[in-house]
């Protein structure tokens, strides 16, 4: 079965700065990722997915994310953010099910992203 | 541009009390999915439909849980009894021919 680890909760970061939230994911299998962004009171919304082909996705916001097979990681980063990112941030893992084409997602705990003036 | 839609936002409900979850999915979409959020915990799968027929449950999803597509519109997810236990934020998302879920805003579920 897969797990998906988010390392970190909280993540504060100041205004126009870089930031990066980590995701690691345990599979046996191959897999496909998602990072998700959940705005106060509203539900969530596809920030980016990988599915094969390039490491190197990018995906609504300015946001991009790099998957690294070896090091079972899928990290998101913005190289500058802005107040309007603050929100909470889950990453999710697809593995196909055996069975058909049901492909659940699995969720971390989410990083709570906050952007200071 | 279509999204996924749920009512009620918020459901206040006595324990032992049966509610009804409504989502309306993106129309062309033939996979539906619900999944919960206890606060503070992870969003959790619950149950995926296809064809009109659960494909995969999850244990959380027991003899107490139900869904339904009851017309060409809606799908539905019905607890029977409530429990203090089941309190929490109640996503419903679809997806098409592709792998992308598409959620809709949730129901807060809060059982007194």
């Known amino acids: 079965a897969q797990s998906v680890t988010q390392l970190d909760s909280q993540v504060p970061v100041f205004e126009e700065a870089p930031v990066e939230l980590r995701c690691n994911y345990s599979?046996?299998?191959?897999?496909?990722l998602f990072w998700y962004v959940q705005y106060p009171n509203q539900g969530l919304q596809l920030l980016l997915k990988?599915?094969?082909?390039?490491?190197l996705v990018k995906g609504i916001n300015g946001f991009e994310a790099e998957f690294n097979k070896s090091q079972t990681s899928f990290h998101l980063r913005k190289p500058s953010v802005h107040i309007s990112d603050t929100a909470e941030y889950f990453c999710a893992v697809i593995s196909p099910n055996s069975g058909g084409s049901n492909y659940k997602l699995t969720f971390g705990k989410g990083t709570l992203l906050t952007v200071n003036p | 541009e279509p999204e996924v839609t749920q009512t009620p936002s918020h459901q206040v409900t006595q324990m032992g009390q049966e509610v009804i979850l409504r989502c309306v999915p993106i129309s062309n979409h033939l996979y539906f999915y619900w999944y919960r959020q206890i606060l503070g915990q992870k969003v959790e799968f619950l149950v995926s439909f296809y064809n009109n027929e659960i494909s995969e449950k999850s244990e959380i999803f027991d003899d107490q849980f139900s869904v339904e597509r009851p017309d060409g519109s809606n799908f539905t997810l019905k607890i029977r009894s409530t429990k203090l236990e089941d309190s929490a934020m109640y996503f419903c998302?679809?997806?098409?021919?592709?792998?992308?879920?598409?959620f809709g805003p949730g129901t807060r579920l809060t059982v007194t």
């Open positions: 990988y599915l094969s082909g390039s490491t």
């Open positions: 998302a679809s997806r098409g021919t592709g792998l992308e879920q598409y």
């Open positions: 599979s046996s299998v191959s897999v496909y």
